[in-house]
């Protein structure tokens, strides 16, 4: 008997692969790695981002007493779950990463769900700060995701109109491709199937200029976006603009 118990212990506490796999250990010390601890099967060492910043936006957060499990896009379109200690992480927001670890299955009993791929993340910082929700004014909506304005970085790029003159000109330009360049403010992601990228470049002081695209514009970047100029646009449940670029592309 002696012989079987001490053979379980020595497996339990110091062999790979034997004893259940969880998700979440009975402790996880944050300054040494919140993931210390076998879970899940470790992915190869080339998926494990080490070094180079990730800068990603938050679609959906789910919580738990130990983790924050998010689902996040890159702006290259590239989208996966991380897992990360307990924060004020909101749908929306905008984040970085640059040490990670990629693991498959992971299981978490409190969720009751397995992720089949998984990023273990430790270093996890927001980017600016977190917009509060404002009823009804679509430039307040919940999950907008904020940063300090500075547009002393901008520099329009060829072609760039200044948003001071694209709003002064509107009924003229209405119709017609426009293109600016600006500071990301302020994004309100996945809103009627659309980002709504909140722009200012230093020429129309206190005037948010808002330009729609299905491309993922990170806050805090300077960006230069071209599309559609509309006026007296309404898209319903309060989205109503005056002047609006719709359909934006990011131009390199």
């Known amino acids: 008997m002696w012989p079987i118990l001490l053979w379980a212990s020595v497996c339990l506490f110091t062999l790979p692969g034997c004893g259940p796999t969880e998700l979440e250990p009975a402790s996880a010390p944050v300054s040494s790695g919140i993931f210390d601890g076998p879970s899940g099967a470790a992915a190869p060492a080339s998926k494990s981002p080490q070094g180079p910043v990730r800068k990603v936006l938050a679609h959906e957060v789910l919580h738990t007493s130990k983790y924050d ?37 992971y299981r978490s009993d409190e969720l009751n769900r397995t992720f089949e791929d998984l990023y273990l993340v430790s270093d996890f910082s927001a980017i600016g700060g977190t917009a509060a929700p404002a009823s009804g004014n679509p430039h307040g909506a919940a999950g907008a995701s904020e940063a300090p304005i500075s547009t002393e970085q901008v520099v329009r790029a060829p072609g760039a109109l200044a948003i001071g003159d694209v709003l002064d000109r509107a009924a003229q330009l209405a119709g017609s491709t426009v293109r600016v360049t600006g500071f990301v403010h302020k994004v309100n992601p996945d809103i009627m199937n659309r980002h709504w990228i909140h722009l200012r470049d230093g020429s129309r002081d206190a005037v948010d ?3 729609t695209t299905e491309q993922l514009v990170p806050v805090g970047h300077v960006v230069t976006l071209e599309g559609m100029l509309a006026v007296d646009r309404d898209f319903g449940a309060g989205y109503q603009y005056d002047v609006i670029i719709e359909q934006g592309q990011i131009i390199p």
């Open 69 to 105: 499990f998010l689902d996040v896009q890159e702006m290259s379109g590239e989208r996966y779950w991380v897992a990360t200690s307990p924060g004020n992480h909101m749908a929306g927001g905008v984040y970085q990463f640059s040490r990670g670890l990629y693991k498959t299955g």
């Open 209 to 211: 200029f808002v330009v």
